[in-house]
Nanobody
Framework: QVQLVESGGGLVQAGGSLRLSCAGS????????VGWYRQAPGKQRELVAA???????NYGDSVKGRFTISRVNAKYTMYLQMNSLKPEDTAVYYC???????????????WGQGIQVTVSS
């Protein structure tokens, strides 16, 4: 298991911005896919965005054009810039790290503890 530490969540008004960070341990970070999932109360966990070890991003449909994922391997850190936030973006956001091949399989990979993002209307 790889330790992942999320930061940057909080409360913001609709239309505002937040940047989430996820710091991982040195081992495996540079050769792994990293990304974010989120889970709102009463809903299933859903993919927000992910970025492969080669820098290819993948976004959930609901955040395309508003969120940007990036990574700085030298800092073992991934970022999620969230713009034009909506109340429906309110959820607990989880950082995940996994292999390029199995990242999207729920039973594989390492998860962070989660961080709350709340968007007020």
């Amino acid at each position: 298991q790889v330790q992942l530490v999320e930061s940057g969540g909080g409360l913001v008004q609709a239309g505002g911005s937040l940047r989430l960070s996820c710091a991982g341990s040195k081992n495996f970070f540079g050769v792994s896919t990293v990304g974010w999932y989120r889970q709102a109360p009463g809903k299933q966990r859903e993919l927000v965005a992910a970025i492969s070890s080669t820098g290819i991003p993948n976004y959930g449909d609901s955040v395309k054009g508003r969120f940007t994922i990036s990574r700085v391997n030298a800092k073992y850190t991934m970022y999620l810039q969230m713009n034009s936030l909506k109340p429906e973006d309110t959820a607990v956001y989880y950082c995940k790290l996994g292999t390029d091949r199995y990242f999207y399989e729920p039973e594989y990979g390492s998860w962070g503890q989660g961080i709350q993002v709340t968007v007020s209307s």
